[in-house]
């Protein structure tokens, strides 16, 4: 009797470890929430005292926080092309917000030779789907989704038409979704309401297999706008909103009749609305949050959070009224620190160590290789990235970037580098014969108050040969 038990508690120990090592090659889920123009300081996890983003915090309580990582770019579309190339402004297809025209759905595409990282994902066997805010190519161009990695896509496919919340329709992969009651006159069905419904219908129906989920919201984006609902009323008459931000102006148009689609409406209380918006966002993160917890696969999923830019200006959004740059300079469309670096939060149960934090300096390039060492997929085409799984994992050898490299060829001109503590930066690059060069040194001066460039001439030549050899021509964003 007593050799049966051994027997049977052998094979029982055999099993467990046979299934615990099969659960260990197990394939991680990986979702990619991605806010737009949400500020470095707009989380109550980065200083944020106005408003509190209780299911974001959770994210740092339970995972990493990175202090020092960037976003691709101080604008929506290229900071997006770096995301899904694992390619800086130098080297991606596009590198500024470039329209076809207004009349024109969709912007100009990408270039649908570069390896993404959905190709990655959708190579190692994951389903693939994106939700929320496109912008990098019309539908059946070479940039729609559907041509680059992407079984699914729901939301908008055009940036532009993004500025309202409330449109007629949304696109899901080829179709048009028309939402209920919503005609540009009257405002029913909030738009990432939708998306966020379809966010979840993906994860629930790929509870089973390996999913890539990347859900690049519109959320806090302007048009400054919410529905009028307990979210909206939990804010209402909270902040002293001064002057109401409100026709006339050049780049506003208010529902109705003669309303033009790519403006925004105005707005008699933004304060109150725009920590709605973020509240909302904050909401959502906790939804899909707790849906992984319900489907019994938040432990083998790895949730990264981040925005594309720094807060914007536009539409009634007052980031020096909440701080939302936490002190750093410049806002969306700037290269100071204010405008490119970015939150960035990860949770990967017993893989991440919860409340831990980072200064690795990164951006939005190094996610393609991280994500292919997390799949073990080799062939990745190009990329300026490294791979972050080594912080990620609390591993004490992580490969660091000898510099980073931005260029924004539009506002005049700009290009910025980051080497070590070193910032440099150069504006109206376009417009001046021999723009300013701006140095800075963030150990102890991250507010880039203090430009030194003349007392470190070896450095900014250093710089100037880095923004030399990291530009290279491009056909659509033409920049010296």
């Not at 028309?178 to 509870?207: C, H, M, R, S, W």
């Not at 919201?217 to 009028?228: D, K, M």
């Not at 109206?428 to 203090?450: I, R, V």
Request: overall charge positive; some cysteine; glycine content about 10%.
């Amino acid at each position: 009797m007593k050799t049966i038990v051994k027997i049977l508690t052998l094979v029982g120990f055999s099993l467990v470890s046979v299934l615990g090592h099969a659960q260990s090659k197990t394939k991680p889920n990986v979702i990619y929430i991605l806010a737009d123009d949400l500020g470095y300081g707009d989380l109550s996890c980065y200083g944020q005292k106005k408003f509190a983003t209780p299911n974001i915090d959770k994210l740092a309580a339970r995972g990493i926080k990175f202090t020092q990582h960037y976003s691709g770019s101080a604008v929506c579309a290229p900071s997006r092309s770096t995301l899904i190339t694992g390619l800086h402004t130098g080297h991606t297809s596009i590198r500024g917000n470039l329209e076809r025209g207004h009349d024109l759905e969709g912007q100009v595409a990408m270039d649908g030779t570069e390896v993404t990282i959905a190709d990655i994902f959708k190579n190692a066997g994951y389903a693939t789907g994106a939700f929320g805010k496109w912008g990098l190519g019309f539908i059946d161009s070479e940039g729609d989704p559907l041509n680059q990695g992407f079984d699914e896509f729901y939301g908008y496919n055009c940036q532009r038409k993004a500025h309202r919340y409330f449109p007629p329709y949304l696109w899901h992969n080829k179709e048009k979704i028309f939402l209920k009651g919503n005609d540009y006159t009257e405002k029913v069905t909030y738009a990432p309401d939708e998306i966020q419904k379809a966010t979840l219908e993906f994860i629930v129906k790929n509870k089973k297999k390996p999913f890539f989920a990347y859900v690049p919201f519109v959320l806090p984006h302007a048009e400054i706008i919410s529905p009028n609902d307990a979210v909206y009323n939990a804010f209402k008459g909270k902040y002293k909103e001064g002057k109401p931000f409100v026709l006339p102006n050049n780049y506003l148009s208010d529902y109705g009749p003669n309303m033009v689609e790519y403006k925004y409406a105005s707005q008699l209380a933004p304060h109150a609305v725009y920590a709605t918006m973020v509240t909302r966002l904050d909401n959502y993160v906790g939804e899909i949050m707790s849906k992984l917890v319900e489907l019994g696969i938040a432990d083998n999923t790895l949730v990264i959070f981040t925005s594309d830019n720094g807060p914007a200006v536009e539409g009634g959004a007052d980031p020096e009224f909440f701080d939302g740059t936490a002190g750093l300079r410049g806002v969306k469309r700037d290269l100071f620190e204010g405008g490119i670096r970015a939150p960035f939060l990860a949770v990967w149960p017993n893989k991440i160590k919860g409340g831990t934090s980072s200064n690795v300096i990164s951006a939005f390039w190094d996610m393609k290789p991280t994500f292919a060492a997390i799949v073990g997929e080799k062939k990745i085409g190009k990329t300026d990235g490294i791979s972050l799984l080594p912080t990620l994992l609390g591993q004490k050898t992580q490969k660091l970037h000898p510099y980073m490299y931005w260029e924004f060829p539009q506002t005049g001109g700009r290009k910025a580098v980051r080497l070590g503590n070193w910032k440099g930066v150069i504006y109206d690059m376009t417009q001046k014969e021999n723009p300013e060069f701006q140095l800075y040194d963030l150990s102890t001066d991250p507010a880039e108050t203090k430009n030194i460039a003349k007392a470190n001439p070896k450095i900014v030549t250093q710089m100037l040969d880095i923004m030399k050899k990291e530009h290279t021509d491009s056909v659509l964003f033409p920049f010296k």
